[in-house]
Nanobody, 126 residues
Framework: QVQLVESGGGSVQAGGSLKLSCAAS????????MTWFRQVPGKDREGLAA????????YYHDSVKGRFTISQDNAKRTLDLQMNSLKPEDTAMYFC???????????????????WGRGTQVTVST
């Protein structure tokens, strides 16, 4: 099992930055695909970024490429998402998720990820 708890959300003005963290505890032996999704009410979850927890692979959706950075802090055992140049359309609930599908680590289909945190809200105002 993998337990995930997000933090770091909040309100920020457009152009500002936020850093989200996901505290992860895992009882699984082997590599994990760690991801960030976001969801706006009434819409499907959107995959943003992913990395394999051994550092071999990272992925970014075009909507956040160049603005968001996914990373892991092994000392703190967190998955982080540094979000810069935030836009009002980045307003959403942000979730971290994990799966054992490290051989294809892409946040494409939410159903591929059995482990989820409860989310943290990000609100970007004009």
């Amino acid at each position: 099992q993998v337990q995930l708890v997000e933090s770091g959300g909040g309100s920020v003005q457009a152009g500002g930055s936020l850093k989200l963290s996901c505290a992860a505890s895992s009882g699984i032996i082997g590599r994990l695909c760690m991801t960030w999704f976001r969801q706006v009410p009434g819409k499907d979850r959107e995959g943003l970024a992913a990395l394999v927890d051994d550092g071999t692979s990272t992925y970014y959706h075009d909507s956040v490429k160049g603005r968001f950075t996914i990373s892991q802090d092994n000392a703190k055992r967190t998955l982080d998402l540094q979000m810069n140049s935030l836009k009002p359309e980045d307003t959403a609930m942000y979730f971290c998720a994990a799966s054992t599908r490290a051989w294809f680590c892409r946040p494409t289909i939410p159903a591929d990820f059995p482990f989820w945190g409860r989310g943290t809200q990000v609100t970007v105002s004009t």
